[in-house]
């Protein structure tokens, strides 16, 4: 692929809506991300749809080809919506669209740092009575532990059934999303790194991870950095999710701890994610973390603010970091103006915010 | 063993107190058992004190041995403490004391079903706005899942390293949790059990666990049952945390939830927990949820309840139901003065909060 363009070359995107309400939210993404180009005057942006997901595989039987996959890699970076069909759909195996699509993205695209920052906007409310000034960063592994689908069992449907299920964890892997982490605190203002894993259970995929952080935090002597249990960090999400900074930690801890991040501050409606391929070798993939939410799609129902958050993302990694922080702004003004409305429940449609956010650039 | 004692055989209780604030708590804890079964007239209640943990490693160099282990087990129920040395004690191998005693402990005595009840107690402050009126079970596997220990490293400390562990789950050990789990909710009022995993991911060890849960629903026509993914689960568990009822789950997601459901009810002082052998082959065990605390150790701040409501939870399950429900009523009233007091912080010493609650039996 080629590098990383910057905001003279024209910038590639792949957009994957999926199902439910995500064609809806990456239409307002896309949306934004033309308007925030043209405001700065970057170069311009093309999109290809990709029709994937549920829908495509009840119709076609196919959840993502390898020629799917070649053509995806030519794009600069991918826009994703949610994928995923209706809970009670039994047509559809259990899992089945999020590991032989969302999740084989990840891995084959090698998106090994899943960025996941939790902020709590002004305007926008939290389920904690008293949550501070909520801004970290989850810095998420997003290729190896339990994800890795090398498990298996024996005996199935007996009473004598083992089911097992394995976390990799490689020295390649853990060391890249760990410098990463110290490498994005060592630009915020308070430089701090959070290891969050379980290592007195979890002993050896833990000293692999915390030897890890102590060795490059060596190399990064102005960010400080500490260790916390993943059960002890659900308590401080709670009672004191301010104190974070930079959490790094591994795929499965990362997905429970981003959930409940983004449930502290407000909601799963505004939680953005970047799967990020920190060596160029392959597209890196933009996604809101909410679900299909099949029951309320195709109703303009859905927020479309994480998408957009995601798309800031985007341009930030892509290189265009002015475009990256209008979007931001937009989105911040238009949360702090919903807010002033009388709360933050959107009572306009999914369109009406992309065209309000789009609009403030 | 013994069959379980009625309330006309003395109960005879092995007291593992541990470190830093554990011998603190559990003192109290046997002040109030002792009170509870004077003044319902039960048989009464022997004890023997076990020195185990950090403090003990370090003068012996002994963990557990065989022979601590077979006294152990002729004893009626096991009151447990708090155990694990200072975070900054580097004498001691991170997690030693965790694994070789306090899970060598629920894996050779057969603690297959983990109950930790979650309860807003009235008075007590949530860092929730809006928690409602919390009462749910979480009922977390004991002797499975990551926590078996069998992982392993290569290439340990070159840049080639793999470190794996493997989360192993049996028809066995799994049927027999979701057995409790369905048998506690059929005796609740809202009788529903909703079962947690990741199975969209941990596709074996999920198929395993939904299998059970539709097996066993099947006997119990009248309790409900649903399913939520874990990261799901910490949504709801901080944006609605009332609509549980009995949670069943793993040994690993019981241990993160349980930790967030007790800062949710207002803070894992007030977490009681026990490992509970439901085939009556080796005794059971409680103890508070919490930690060791060597910050506040032996200067008695800590607050005993977690420890208190866990000898409330042996005495149930040793079949003391009247003595069980006194203790409860004591604590609840004990933490509705306090917050008619100004506040649910301890200005107490940990003993006199036991004498208050043991005077009100
Ligand atoms: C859909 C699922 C496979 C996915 C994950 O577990 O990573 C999601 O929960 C997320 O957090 O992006
Ligand atoms: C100390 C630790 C091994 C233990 C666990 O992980 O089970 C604790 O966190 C708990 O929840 O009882």
Redesign the interface.
């Not at 083992?162 to 020295?171: P, R």
């Not at 997905?255 to 409940?260: F, N």
């Given at each position: 692929p080629a590098p990383t363009p910057g905001p003279t070359t024209p910038l590639d995107l792949a957009v994957i809506g999926g199902d439910g309400i995500g064609p809806e939210v990456t239409a307002e993404a896309v949306k934004v991300l033309r308007a925030a180009t043209e405001a700065v005057g970057d170069a311009e942006i093309t999109t290809t749809d990709y029709s994937l997901g549920a829908a495509h595989w009840l119709a076609t039987g196919e959840t993502l080809t390898d020629e799917t996959l070649d053509r995806l890699r030519g794009h600069d970076a991918i826009l994703f919506g949610a994928v995923g069909a209706a809970p009670n759909d039994t047509r559809i195996p259990?899992?089945l669209i999020?590991?032989d699509l969302l999740?084989k993205l990840r891995f084959t695209l090698d998106h090994g740092v899943n960025l996941r920052p939790s902020r709590l906007y002004p305007g926008v409310v939290s389920?904690?009575?008293?949550p501070g000034d909520i801004d970290f960063v989850v810095v998420r592994e997003g290729t190896e532990g339990?994800?890795v689908?090398n498990?298996?069992?024996i005996?199935?449907?007996?009473?004598?059934?083992?089911?097992?299920?394995?976390?990799?964890?490689?020295?390649?892997g853990v060391?890249r999303v760990v410098r990463h982490a110290f490498a994005l605190a060592a630009g915020r203002p308070r430089q701090h790194v959070t290891l969050v894993h379980?290592?007195?259970?979890?002993?050896?995929?833990?000293?692999?991870w915390r030897?890890t952080v102590e060795a490059v935090a060596a190399e990064y002597p102005q960010v400080s950095h500490d260790y916390m249990h993943?059960?002890?960090a659900?308590?401080f999400l709670?009672?004191d999710p301010a104190r974070f900074d930079v959490i790094v930690t591994d795929n499965?801890f990362g997905?429970?701890?981003?959930?409940?991040a983004?449930?502290?501050t407000g909601?799963?409606g505004l939680a953005a994610s970047g799967n990020v391929n920190i060596a160029g070798s392959a597209p890196s993939m933009f996604e809101p973390v909410h679900g299909s939410a099949p029951d309320i799609a195709g109703q303009q129902k859905a927020d479309p603010t994480a998408a957009i958050l995601s798309s800031a993302l985007l341009l930030e990694q892509a290189g265009r970091a002015e475009a990256a922080r209008r979007v931001n702004e937009a989105v911040w003004s238009d949360l702090a103006e919903r807010a002033t409305a009388g709360g933050q429940s959107v009572s306009r449609s999914t369109a009406q915010v992309g065209d309000d956010i789009a609009g403030r650039l």
């Open positions: 259990s899992g999020e590991r999740l389920p904690l009575s008293a339990p994800y689908g498990g298996g069992a005996r199935t449907g007996t009473p004598q059934e083992i089911a097992t299920e394995v976390s990799v964890n490689t020295a390649f060391e379980k290592h007195n259970v979890l002993v050896h995929a833990g000293h692999l030897r993943v059960d002890a659900t308590i709670t009672t499965l997905d429970i701890l981003t959930d409940l983004a449930a502290v909601g799963i």
